[in-house]
């Protein structure tokens, strides 16, 4: 196809948010989905009585595959997208290997629905945020209840002196550390990975977009840094510092910045208790309590998993079989939280590189975009997002050694929003040429198809 059978006129093919709207999946339908994405991060069936019997998650899914199911048409082309391709190949590889794995039954009886339910979210946002007006509410729906669940606690903290969970120190004392809100159901660990989640997307957004929304910002970080120590999440702690890292790099002025993290570290150090500052501290060794042995057990439970997948190294043992398995072989349920050994323990080998590779075509996506970004410029709140979404990749890489990660939403979440963004980004730069406009109905009426031939994909 040629450059000029590209530049089409804006009034025939795009809106004015840089997509079709000819083709946009129905608005009743992008509620819902919004309203999956309510319903699931804030557990309303855990705040709202009766609610939680009409299975709502459930209950919306459906309506929201039935929909898109009738709305097919405007979707063909859609699977060629490689990082859609790559999960796609993922699918593929669990059906086939299921008969081979070692525990076939539990993959389908007690964890199929799990993995299913986290895909959803990568379908979902694929398929139905598709202007960059729905990119941005998706965005704003998305942190807002991150802060939320960042919040909540945190104020029952403050004015009820809630915890929510606790760690053993040793002789029979308990360090309280935060956790999720009574009607969440997260651990203080989870609760730090939504914080340093919300992080990079405050910074990026907020920071560049006035005046106003930098005083929210600065208004917001505060109380958010002051919850991530509560938590005493360790895990979290090191993908803050990831965070940091590329706000570092990316920043003109690297001396400010490291005089702001030398006060906001000396202001943290003062309000933490001596068992925060302790388990912290077991980062480095420093540890005088059981915080070090926990420490140093994560670590050799992270050796024994990687040593369990190689039990069955071709094809694993089976879709969230970890503990299963580490309870038969090992003789302890207790998993290490890690990512890479689930993918090797349930996946092996075969389906462990399959998932990586699933991982390297999103950040292949976001380093396109950078790419384009450079060569041909793009508007601010482009290139803070592709910055902010390059940081929570990275950020999510290291998290995911403290984290699982197969059957959680968030990897797909993630890369359904970046196949979303790198295709707004592909339509914002077809640039309108009316002396060479050709009529819409000479390409193929589907702009998932259309952007195939864009360019040279990744």
């Given amino acids: 196809m040629s450059n000029a059978a590209l530049k089409l006129s804006s009034a025939d093919y795009f809106d004015e948010q840089g997509a079709s709207a000819r083709f946009q999946a129905s608005s009743f339908t992008f509620g819902l989905f919004i309203f999956y994405l309510i319903d699931f991060f804030l557990h309303l069936s855990q705040r709202i009585p009766g609610y939680g019997l009409l299975r709502p998650t459930l209950l919306l899914a459906l309506i929201i595959a039935i929909s898109l199911f009738i709305q097919r048409e405007k979707f063909r082309g859609w699977s060629k997208d490689p990082i859609v391709a790559s999960l796609f190949v993922l699918l593929i590889y669990l059906a086939v290997s299921l008969p081979l794995v070692e525990w076939p039954g539990s993959v389908v009886k007690n964890n199929l629905s799990d993995f299913i339910k986290a895909i959803t979210f990568f379908f979902f946002t694929v398929l139905l945020v598709d202007s960059d007006r729905r990119l941005k509410i998706f965005l704003l729906v998305f942190i807002g209840c991150q802060l939320i669940r960042v919040f909540e606690p945190l104020f029952l903290n403050l004015t009820e002196g809630y915890w929510g969970s606790s760690t053993y120190l040793g002789g029979g004392e308990f360090s309280q550390r935060l956790s999720g809100a009574p009607s969440d159901v997260i651990?203080?660990?989870?609760?730090?990975?939504?914080?340093?989640?919300?992080?990079?997307?405050?910074?990026?957004?907020l920071w560049s977009s006035g005046p106003k929304a930098r005083?929210?910002?600065?208004?917001?970080?505060?109380?958010?840094?002051?919850?991530?120590?509560?938590?005493?999440?360790?895990?979290?702690?090191?993908?803050?510092?990831?965070?940091?890292?590329?706000v570092f790099?990316?920043?003109?002025?690297?001396?400010?910045?490291?005089?702001?993290?030398?006060?906001?570290?000396?202001?943290?150090?003062?309000?933490?208790?001596?068992?925060?500052?302790?388990?912290?501290?077991?980062?480095?060794?420093?540890?005088?309590?059981?915080?070090?042995?926990?420490?140093?057990?994560?670590?050799?439970?992270?050796?024994?998993?990687?040593?369990?997948?190689?039990?069955?190294?071709?094809?694993?043992?089976?879709?969230?079989?970890?503990?299963?398995?580490?309870?038969?072989?090992?003789?302890?349920?207790?998993?290490?939280?890690?990512?890479?050994?689930?993918?090797?323990?349930?996946?092996?080998?075969?389906?462990?590189?399959?998932?990586?590779?699933?991982?390297?075509?999103?950040?292949?996506?976001?380093?396109?975009?950078?790419?384009?970004?450079?060569?041909?410029?793009?508007?601010?709140?482009?290139?803070?997002?592709?910055?902010?979404?390059?940081?929570?990749?990275?950020?999510?890489?290291?998290?995911?050694?403290?984290?699982?990660?197969?059957?959680?939403?968030?990897?797909?979440?993630?890369?359904?929003?970046?196949?979303?963004?790198?295709?707004?980004?592909?339509?914002?730069?077809?640039v309108p040429e009316t002396s060479e406009a050709t009529p819409v109905r000479t390409l193929r009426k589907n702009r998932f198809s259309n952007l195939v031939d864009l360019s040279g994909r990744r």
């Fill in 187 to 205: 651990n203080p660990n989870e609760l730090g990975f939504v914080i340093v989640t919300a992080i990079p997307f405050l910074h990026y957004l």
């Fill in 249 to 430: 790099k990316e920043s003109s002025r690297k001396f400010s910045l490291i005089v702001i993290a030398v006060l906001v570290a000396m202001a943290g150090w003062q309000v933490m208790t001596d068992e925060q500052k302790d388990r912290y501290l077991s980062l480095v060794g420093q540890s005088e309590t059981s915080n070090a042995t926990s420490a140093e057990g994560r670590l050799e439970g992270l050796m024994k998993e990687f040593s369990l997948g190689l039990e069955r190294p071709a094809v694993g043992h089976g879709l969230g079989t970890t503990p299963e398995a580490k309870t038969h072989i090992l003789g302890r349920r207790q998993a290490s939280h890690n990512l890479y050994a689930e993918l090797l323990v349930e996946l092996g080998l075969i389906g462990m590189f399959i998932f990586l590779r699933f991982l390297f075509k999103v950040y292949k996506g976001l380093a396109e975009n950078n790419k384009r970004i450079a060569e041909h410029g793009s508007n601010t709140f482009y290139v803070n997002l592709n910055k902010a979404m390059t940081a929570v990749f990275w950020m999510y890489a290291v998290y995911s050694l403290n984290y699982w990660g197969l059957s959680q939403y968030y990897w797909y979440l993630f890369a359904g929003a970046v196949v979303v963004f790198h295709r707004l980004m592909q339509l914002n730069l077809v």
């Fill in 215 to 246: 005083l929210l910002y600065l208004l917001l970080m505060p109380p958010i840094l002051y919850a991530l120590i509560l938590t005493q999440s360790r895990g979290a702690f090191l993908a803050l510092l990831v965070v940091a890292f590329f």
